[in-house]
């Protein structure tokens, strides 16, 4: 039996095909948006990216077919803009908004309805098939699905010894079970931005990705002349992160130990990973501070060797480091 989904569904998931086959029966039009009654959306869509790219989530659901459109909009708009650190940003802050809403539906909707979620979502998308217990409290999927996706995260909660495991199933609850999804859904609205070809867009809609562009630039100017004096390995995450993309924990305290070491403030630090898609300052700021050693255990972290980094898979040595055996001596013995 086909799952029908309303207005409400759509608008909370608007990357679902079922969101762009509802406004073309709608009979929308990108030529609308040139209408002056149409200034809302603009405003609406410029203001998701911004959310966005700030780390935020963009929680706006009080007009259903409003939302669906503004959605669309903003795809077209990023996609303008042309920033790839920015469209990383803000393809997270969408996974994570609909991550906020799939949880909260996990844990209120009936069993018919979370399969249904299931089928949509997590199996149409992502091929990811599954179950809900019996008494409708926990979720399982396979051991083999789980491990695929959970071989990322770094927290020790997610290794496998810490989970419940039976007859080849992970048990999770309803944040666990979505948070297994995010990172695919952040993939997708950003392959989905790549693929789009741009039409003859609206003024409006040039007119406000150009406002937007001009405000976001000043948050990435600095990669261009920031990087050209640090180590390989330090200078690869700097490049790393100027793309727009996350890096592992490992590469993330060597970055930030290396930056303490060399006398870079907490601010100036915690900065510099503004750019990471999953970046929230908060947090960001205590890892800093507990690195620094002002806060948690009061202790000092220092620069991991050569030695690590390379078992790591963070050592990007070229001949300039010859003879040394940590990052903080690139660039004394020249000198």
């Given at each position: 039996?086909?799952?029908?989904?309303?207005?409400?569904?759509?608008?909370?998931?608007?990357?679902?095909?079922?969101?762009?086959?509802?406004?073309r029966?709608?009979?929308?039009?990108?030529?609308?948006?040139?209408?002056p009654?149409?200034?809302?959306?603009?405003?609406?869509?410029?203001?998701?990216?911004?959310?966005?790219?700030?780390?935020?989530?963009?929680?706006?659901?009080d007009?259903?077919?409003?939302?669906i459109?503004?959605?669309?909009?903003t795809?077209?708009?990023?996609?303008?803009?042309?920033?790839?650190?920015?469209?990383?940003?803000?393809?997270?802050?969408?996974?994570?908004?609909?991550?906020k809403?799939?949880?909260?539906?996990?844990?209120?909707?009936?069993?018919?309805?979370?399969?249904?979620?299931?089928?949509?979502?997590?199996?149409?998308?992502?091929?990811?098939a599954?179950?809900?217990?019996?008494?409708g409290?926990?979720?399982?999927?396979k051991?083999?699905?789980?491990?695929?996706r959970?071989?990322?995260?770094?927290e020790?909660?997610?290794?496998?010894?810490?989970?419940?495991?039976?007859?080849?199933?992970?048990?999770?609850?309803?944040?666990?079970?979505?948070?297994?999804?995010?990172?695919?859904?952040?993939?997708?609205?950003?392959?989905?931005?790549?693929?789009?070809?741009?039409?003859?867009?609206?003024t409006?809609?040039?007119?406000?990705?150009?406002e937007?562009?001009?405000?976001?630039?000043?948050?990435?100017e600095?990669?261009?002349?920031?990087?050209?004096?640090?180590?390989?390995?330090?200078?690869?995450?700097?490049?790393?992160?100027?793309?727009g993309?996350?890096?592992?924990?490992?590469a993330?305290?060597?970055l930030?130990?290396?930056?303490?070491?060399?006398g870079?403030?907490?601010?100036e630090?915690?900065?510099?990973?503004?750019?990471?898609?999953?970046?929230?300052?908060?947090?960001?700021?205590?890892?800093?501070?507990?690195?620094?050693?002002?806060?948690?255990?009061?202790?000092?972290?220092?620069?991991?060797?050569?030695?690590?980094?390379?078992?790591?898979?963070?050592?990007?040595?070229?001949?300039?480091?010859?003879?040394?055996?940590?990052?903080?001596?690139?660039?004394?013995?020249?000198?």
């Amino acid at each position: 039996m086909p799952i029908r989904l309303g207005t409400g569904d759509l608008a909370r998931y608007p990357f679902l095909n079922e969101a762009g086959e509802y406004l073309r029966q709608s009979g929308f039009g990108w030529e609308e948006l040139d209408r002056p009654d149409m200034k809302d959306i603009i405003e609406r869509a410029a203001d998701r990216i911004r959310t966005g790219v700030d780390g935020r989530v963009y929680d706006k659901l009080d007009r259903y077919e409003t939302e669906i459109i503004t959605f669309l909009v903003t795809l077209i708009m990023v996609k303008s803009i042309g920033m790839e650190p920015a469209l990383k940003k803000y393809a997270l802050a969408e996974a994570r908004r609909a991550e906020k809403f799939l949880t909260e539906d996990l844990k209120k909707q009936n069993e018919a309805q979370k399969r249904a979620l299931f089928e949509k979502i997590f199996y149409d998308l992502f091929g990811l098939a599954i179950d809900v217990t019996e008494d409708g409290r926990l979720f399982k999927v396979k051991a083999t699905d789980y491990l695929m996706r959970s071989s990322h995260f770094h927290e020790q909660e997610w290794k496998m010894i810490n989970r419940l495991v039976s007859k080849g199933h992970v048990y999770l609850d309803a944040d666990e079970t979505v948070r297994l999804v995010r990172s695919e859904l952040a993939v997708l609205i950003t392959s989905r931005v790549h693929a789009m070809s741009l039409p003859a867009l609206p003024t409006a809609i040039k007119d406000k990705a150009e406002e937007l562009r001009t405000a976001l630039a000043p948050r990435y100017e600095y990669r261009a002349h920031a990087v050209t004096e640090y180590p390989p390995c330090i200078k690869h995450a700097l490049e790393v992160m100027g793309r727009g993309e996350n890096l592992p924990h490992s590469a993330r305290l060597m970055l930030a130990t290396y930056m303490l070491a060399i006398g870079k403030s907490n601010d100036e630090i915690v900065e510099m990973f503004k750019s990471a898609p999953d970046y929230n300052e908060r947090i960001t700021r205590y890892q800093v501070e507990h690195l620094a050693g002002t806060k948690g255990s009061r202790t000092k972290y220092s620069v991991p060797s050569c030695d690590k980094l390379r078992t790591e898979n963070l050592c990007f040595a070229t001949s300039d480091c010859a003879g040394i055996i940590n990052p903080i001596q690139f660039g004394r013995r020249r000198k």
